[in-house]
């Protein structure tokens, strides 16, 4: 026998019960009451008449005849309100995912599980249906979940409170403050599942968006809007580089999301990495590698509900998300949990439906821009692991970073021969495209002939490009590596690039 649900009654107080068309209706109302008020002004007088309704009564018999009355809409909005509400019951917990028969939901609504003894509730996401029962993702331990709980479903997806007073807080997954600093005045509510904006009504990637790090900004120049991987194995200097950029950026403000990371790997980013300066103007939203897969799942959401506020503000934001590999396994782990079949090494289909919906929402909007970091784990440096290759399909460029290059205690460890950024030809001039192709060129022919120059065959005057090579290479290196306390700004990096390492025929 199913358990009996309970029957409660629905709160009445929730927002708009109106269909839009009864919000016209009402909005058109109000407007004709103003008409007809004594003190009606020219300027009401235009605005009913934009509304449709005008003075004339033929018209307004028109009018009715087409379109039904308030009444009517009225009617028909109270019978699509539940006078009741019908609570679920917990029938069965497998692994990650509890099960319940009802309530009548839809996928992505947030319920509570209210524990037995009335004293406390667990948040869960509704992730799926099985036959008759819905199943439920906690965004919490389910230690104390038993069967007969009852599950109440808020009708609403999750939203994270906004607001400028984020910057400089730490948040947990969820957007709930985790530093001590007190509570966080929220000025607005933002979906954690937001469309991307207009493909045609985004802004083009035409302005550089200076990280302050000369590697990057001269021989990957970012573009504000544009968004990018950093690919790299463990301990290559991701977190430092991500940090450094935090600090010296161009940007507004930095929204930065930590998935999976260890607890003391969090501190550290916090106080070594980023530092005072760096906080001031950032949000962090950390999801470290304990939490349930869903947090770590939805701490990406809420940090890119929160850049995409900002962006709306008209705000040019920094979105950084370490990792993004972390964030695909969460959404594995519940996938696997919920039955779906592994595809590509176990990852499965919900993961590569997941990654461009999340990655999309950053970019140029219509006012204000979400530039996009992305890290990306690359064990073993298999690039064409199925996230690096799903990942890197989707972003406009990629920086890798390098162990071989790093183990020379080279850092940045950036591997500039194997990145790229697609949009840096439209974002700098002539002469630092020239100067930063004739980097390359340099490098290239370094790579090529490093191996004769370290045994010793190579003799000067063999080849004129290595030994131009050669003779530029510590000024190069000088220029790409950097120390993490130093700062360049965007018009220095141009400056000395431009000197770089000009060709013979050039000089
Ligand atoms: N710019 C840098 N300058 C000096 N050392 C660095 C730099 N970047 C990284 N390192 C060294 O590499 C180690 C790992 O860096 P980290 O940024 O934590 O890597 P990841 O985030 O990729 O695991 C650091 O502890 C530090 O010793
Ligand atoms: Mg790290």
């Not at 950093?230 to 507004?252: N, Q």
């Not at 701490?299 to 695909?328: C, N, P």
């Not at 290059?405 to 850092?411: E, P, Q, V």
């Amino acid at each position: 026998m199913p358990p009996k649900n309970k029957v409660v009654r629905k709160n009445r107080k929730s927002k708009s019960v109106y269909t839009p068309a009864t919000e016209e209706a009402i909005a058109n109302l109000e407007a004709q009451e103003n008409l007809n008020a004594p003190e009606n002004s020219d300027a009401q007088e235009d605005l009913t008449e934009e509304a449709g309704l005008l003075v004339d009564p033929e018209k307004n018999l028109e009018l009715e005849k087409n379109e039904p009355n308030l009444f009517q809409l009225f009617a028909t909005d109270l019978l699509q309100i539940p006078l009741v509400k019908v609570n679920g019951k917990i029938v069965q917990v497998v692994g990650l995912v509890a099960e319940s028969q009802g309530p009548d939901v839809k996928i992505g609504d947030l319920c509570h599980i209210c524990f037995r003894d009335g004293s406390h509730e667990l948040n869960a996401e509704v992730v799926g249906f099985r036959e008759d029962r819905v199943l439920l993702m906690p965004l919490g331990a389910l230690q104390e979940v038993g069967p007969g709980c009852d599950v109440v479903s808020t009708n609403r997806p999750l939203s994270v409170p906004v607001g400028n007073a984020l910057l400089g807080r730490v948040l947990d997954g969820l957007g709930n403050p985790i530093d001590d600093k007190g509570p966080i005045e929220a000025e607005d509510f933002y979906p954690l599942y937001a469309t991307p904006p207009h493909p045609l009504r985004r802004k083009m990637v035409d302005t550089p968006l200076s990280v302050g790090v000369r590697v990057v900004d001269g021989m990957l120049t970012l573009g504000k809007g544009q968004r990018i991987g950093i690919f790299a194995g463990s301990g290559v200097g991701k977190s430092t580089l991500l940090g450094m950029m935090a600090r010296y950026t161009t940007a507004d403000i930095n929204v930065i999301s930590l998935v999976g990371e260890r607890g003391r790997e969090v501190r550290e980013f916090i106080e070594r990495d980023l530092g005072e300066e760096g906080l001031k103007r950032s949000v962090l939203v950390i999801a470290t590698s304990d939490q349930p897969a869903l947090i770590r799942l939805k701490s990406a959401m809420t940090a890119t509900a929160i850049a995409e506020y900002f962006r709306d503000q008209g705000k040019d934001v920094l979105l950084m998300m370490d990792t993004v590999t972390r964030v695909a396994r969460a959404q594995r782990e519940i996938g696997l949990a919920i039955g779906e079949p592994p595809a590509t090494r176990g990852y499965t289909p919900s993961v590569f439906e997941m990654l461009p919906r999340l990655l999309e929402r950053a970019g140029a909007g219509e006012t204000g821009s979400i530039t996009g970091i992305y890290t990306v784990l690359v064990d073993g440096d298999d690039m064409n692991e199925p996230v690096a290759d799903t990942v890197r399909g989707i972003l406009d460029g990629h920086i890798v970073l390098s162990r071989r290059i790093a183990a020379r205690n080279f850092y940045p460890a950036v591997s500039v021969l194997d990145s790229v950024s697609r949009v840096m030809p439209a974002l700098v001039s002539r002469e630092h495209l020239d100067a930063a192709g004739r980097v390359r060129d340099l490098l290239a022919t370094y790579a090529e002939a490093e191996d004769l120059v370290n045994i010793g065959a190579y003799k000067a005057g063999a080849n004129i490009k290595v030994d131009w090579a050669l003779e530029h290479l510590e000024e190069v290196r000088g220029f790409l590596s950097q120390r993490v306390e130093d700062h360049t700004t965007f018009e220095d990096t141009d400056k000395r690039l431009l000197e770089l390492a000009p060709y013979p025929e050039s000089k």
